[in-house]
């Protein structure tokens, strides 16, 4: 396929929990990033990458090898990146030499725009534990350890974050491993299941479901393979910073989406200054791009 060298860009702004990282006994602690002298909760882009890979189907054919008490995906002649949508992402497979391909799509962390500020929720097992102690004759107060009951805590945050992805469509369905490439029809259809599952994402931490959908999101289709928008989306006050940088880039043939609700306090500026669309109606227009990107490519 002759290549047009192009990029799909986004930068989204969603309302989410962070993910955990090591713990100490019964205690979770969230992951965070320092910067600028203070502390902010993050959603690592790894656990970002897995969700969408995950929620967009990209996983479902998945196979795992075990090599050396070290899991890895399948990868041979027959099942590499054109036939397999789950080594979208990459991969690197030891099995009878190394092979390794790099992903066609790559996130950032998604930060939060707000300092942590440290929520820590308590919980324990009392229900199991009493009824575990009345099929047993035990007392929960003087037997507790016996009956199982168990406390536990973990900070929590939930906020506004910002993340950026970035999908190399010339890369996409192609394995330069083998020599073998995916029809046009089935890398649209995987870049296409990667923005739905970023429309609708859905991310579920300790037992909290969230609705991850972007409040705000801003990129498309052009020759930048970088997350181009990462450094000029903000949030200051509860509001999001509409800088000229901003401003212009979007004037590149890129487009702006807003959900308009509480999420900012100055959401008609950010309408009016950025012609946004809604969410829905920014993803089918890009889905468009995508397909005459791929259909506009010679074989």
Do not use: C
């Amino acid at each position: 396929m002759k290549k047009q060298n192009k990029a799909l860009t986004l930068t989204v702004i969603a309302n989410m929990t962070s993910n955990y990282g090591e713990g100490l006994g019964n205690i979770g602690s969230i992951q965070k990033v320092y910067k600028n002298g203070k502390t902010y909760a993050i959603r690592s882009r790894e656990s970002m990458k897995n969700a969408i890979m995950v929620q967009s189907g990209l996983y479902d054919d998945l196979k795992v090898d075990l090599d050396k008490k070290v899991n890895q995906k399948t990868v041979s002649e027959e099942k590499n990146t054109a036939t397999v949508r789950a080594l979208e992402g990459g991969y690197m497979n030891t099995s009878g030499g190394t092979k390794i391909r790099k992903s066609s799509f790559y996130l950032t962390d998604a930060v939060s725009f707000h300092p942590f500020v440290n929520d820590t929720r308590f919980h324990n097992n009392l229900y199991l534990a009493q009824t575990y102690a009345k099929q047993n004759t035990l007392s929960l107060q003087d037997n507790p350890k016996e009956t199982g009951l168990m406390p536990y805590q973990y900070e929590y945050d939930r906020s506004l974050k910002k993340y950026s992805i970035t999908i190399d469509l010339d890369r996409v369905g192609v394995d330069e491993n083998y020599g073998d490439e995916a029809e046009k029809t089935e890398k649209m259809e995987r870049v296409n299941l990667l923005l739905d599952a970023i429309r609708t994402l859905s991310l579920v931490v300790r037992g909290n479901l969230d609705n991850a959908e972007p409040v705000f999101v801003v990129g498309g289709i052009g020759t930048y393979k970088t997350h181009y928008f990462d450094n000029v989306v903000s949030v200051e006050n509860e509001k999001l910073r509409i800088v000229p940088d901003l401003t212009e880039k979007l004037k590149e043939g890129y487009a702006a989406a807003l959900i308009e609700g509480s999420s900012f306090s100055n959401e008609k500026e950010i309408a009016e200054q950025l012609k946004t669309v809604s969410v829905n109606e920014f993803f089918r227009n890009l889905k468009e791009k995508v397909k005459e990107y791929y259909e506009s490519t010679e074989d």
